[in-house]
């Protein structure tokens, strides 16, 4: 991950340091921050799309997790050890 040269941890706020680490953009260079250039609809597609895959990355590992559990049974089961 590649830093902007003139970020200064103590100048700026968690969404700030959230919005420069995206750079380059060449509108945000002479801007504060390039969380303000998205408008609301933009970052409710944002929120909207991390939910989503936060929700599949849930699911998908609960699922992996289920078959590990099922096929740790399956082997005692089987009497396989």
Known sequence: MRFHPDLHLRDL????????????????????????????????????????????TLVMLLVVLAAIAFGQEAMHWLGVS
């Open 13 to 56: 706020h968690w969404r700030d340091l959230a919005g420069r680490l995206h750079w380059p953009h060449p509108q945000a260079r002479d801007t504060r921050s390039v969380a303000a250039s998205h408008t609301p609809s933009e970052d409710a597609e944002i929120a909207k799309a991390t939910v989503y895959v936060s929700v599949a």
